[in-house]
């Protein structure tokens, strides 16, 4: 079982940038793959990101690419979601997960398919 925490989160003008992180207890964080979803008001979980257990492989959802990256330090048992270029319409909780690999590989995009979830974190992308 592995306990998330977001940080990070804040408000920012458009074309900023902020960091979040999200911090793993126990340790069996390197034996998961990771995501971060977002949920607007009255709109359903988004997956934003996902990444490997070793953090090689990396997938994202198209309205991010170019300007978000996502990446983890296992050895820290924390996971990152670096964004600029910051949009209104960014705006959301961003959530981090983790999951079984062999689900999450085929299925990164579902929430359903992820196990364990944090608390979110809020990012507010002034215009």
């Known amino acids: 079982q592995v306990q998330l925490v977001e940080s990070g989160g804040g408000l920012v003008q458009a074309g900023g940038s902020l960091r979040l992180s999200c911090t793993a207890s126990g340790r069996t964080f390197s034996t998961y793959s990771m995501g971060w979803f977002r949920q607007a008001p009255g709109k359903e979980r988004e997956f934003v990101a996902a990444?490997?257990?070793?953090?090689?492989?990396?997938r994202y959802v198209d309205s991010v690419k170019g300007r978000f990256t996502i990446s983890r330090d296992n050895a820290k048992n924390t996971m990152y979601l670096q964004m600029n270029s910051l949009k209104p319409e960014d705006t959301a909780i961003y959530y981090c997960?983790?999951?079984?690999?062999?689900?999450?590989?085929?299925?990164?995009?579902?929430?359903?398919?992820?196990?364990?979830w944090g608390q979110g974190t809020q990012v507010t992308v002034s215009s």
């Open positions: 997960a983790a999951g079984n690999s062999r689900v999450i590989i085929v299925s990164f995009t579902n929430y359903r398919a992820y196990d364990y």
């Open positions: 990444v490997s257990v070793s953090g090689s492989t990396s």
